[in-house]
T-cell receptor
Framework: QQQVKQSPQSLIVQKGGISIINCAYE??????FPWYQQFPGKGPALLIA?????SEKKEGRFTISFNKSAKQFSLHIMDSQPGDSATYFC???????????FGIGTKLQVIP | GAVVSQHPSWVICKSGTSVKIECRSL??????MFWYRQFPKQSLMLMAT?????????EQGVEKDKFLINHASLTLSTLTVTSAHPEDSSFYIC????????????FGQGTRLTVV
């Protein structure tokens, strides 16, 4: 059972454009939703995270939008740059426990 | 942020041998560490949860006798792949969290295991 569904699996965006990745979850016990960025051959690194008591969180060019009633959340990367090319994972964690459930990942390619 | 170090970053071993991967929290104490496995172009799949001083909790379908986990101290957890076979070739990643459960867990840089 895939508890965190992520789409699309691959995304090509032109430099300067907006990259949008969507995720949906099923387990209402999840209370923390991080996004990770992973470059080839490296471990994932925390990019930005949100808790369900807020609907939006922005850090620089990265914004998370959260819809608790729909159990959906998304990552928006504004002014996408070639250096943003990586695989992005949405994730969820719940019950005050650090076990993280990952989405399938989105491979983002930003072309000049 | 906190630093989690994995060693080695890559290893090649012969089929039938055992390989040990270390995961260290460098500047904090981690009561819980997690071990993930990632196949090429796929997501991270949790293998087991390692608690300091107690037995690890394995996810369904993970062979505990094949993937031995030891968490002997608050800064070190090890994963030993016993009698490795080519199908065990994968990217193994650990993460570690602070004692408080309401904080972020930090990931190591991963270990690429190739069994030949």
């Amino acid at each position: 059972q895939q508890q965190v569904k992520q789409s699309p699996q691959s995304l090509i965006v032109q430099k300067g454009g907006i990259s949008i990745i969507n995720c949906a979850y099923e387990n209402t016990a999840f209370d923390y939703f991080p996004w990770y960025q992973q470059f080839p051959g490296k471990g994932p690194a925390l990019l930005i995270a949100i808790r369900p008591d807020v609907s939006e969180k922005k850090e620089g060019r990265f914004t998370i939008s959260f819809n608790k009633s729909a159990k959906q959340f998304s990552l928006h990367i504004m002014d996408s740059q070639p250096g943003d090319s990586a695989t992005y994972f949405c994730a969820a964690r719940g019950g005050g426990y650090q076990k993280v459930t990952f989405g399938i990942g989105t491979k983002l390619q930003v072309i000049p | 942020g906190a630093v989690v170090s994995q060693h080695p970053s890559w290893v090649i071993c012969k089929s039938g041998t055992s390989v040990k991967i270390e995961c260290r929290s460098l500047d904090f104490q981690a009561t819980t560490m997690f071990w993930y496995r990632q196949f090429p172009k796929q997501s991270l799949m949790l293998m087991a949860t390692s608690n300091e001083g107690s037995k690890a909790t394995y996810e369904q379908g993970v062979e505990k006798d094949k993937f031995l986990i030891n968490h002997a101290s608050l800064t070190l957890s090890t994963l030993t792949v016993t009698s490795a076979h080519p199908e065990d070739s994968s990217f193994y990643i650990c993460s570690a969290g602070l004692a408080s459960s309401n904080t972020e867990a930090f990931f190591g840089q991963g270990t690429r295991l190739t069994v030949v």
